[in-house]
């Protein structure tokens, strides 16, 4: 089973800032969709951030120009640079990828759709 782990959560204060990881245990090939979620408690879990193949981003209204996602390929690793954290922005990030290519030499090449764990994130003062 292919795992996508998170990294990076923490504590911080209000305006700081934090880097996510999301690195996946076998090579990625190719993606349709990775993307960031959160959850706070007693909420429902929303989209934060999102990455197609190609590039192209979409971002939750609350973390436009806050938040930046990005990908590193030849690390198989999705980021989620979070600047200007709030109170609100307190939730478990959690790392989806959707139709990953992945592959390995005991398995080869397999598509699937993937969760992580997840990483908390405080923003407090």
């Known amino acids: 089973q292919v795992q996508l782990v998170e990294s990076g959560g923490g504590l911080v204060e209000p305006g700081g800032s934090l880097r996510l990881s999301c690195v996946a245990t076998e090579r990625i090939d190719d993606i349709y969709i990775m993307g960031w979620y959160r959850q706070a408690p007693g909420k429902q879990r929303e989209l934060v951030a999102e990455?197609?193949?190609?590039?192209?981003?979409n971002y939750h209204y609350s973390v436009r120009g806050r938040f930046t996602i990005s990908r590193d390929k030849g690390k198989s690793t999705v980021y989620l640079q979070m600047n200007n954290l709030k109170a609100e922005d307190t939730a478990v990030y959690y790392c989806?990828?959707?139709?990953?290519?992945?592959?390995?030499?005991?398995?080869?090449?397999?598509?699937?759709?993937?969760w992580g764990q997840g990483t908390q994130v405080t923003v407090f003062s």
């Open positions: 989806k990828g959707d139709r990953i290519t992945t592959y390995s030499s005991e398995f080869g090449r397999r598509t699937g759709d993937y």
């Open positions: 990455i197609t193949s190609d590039g192209t981003t």
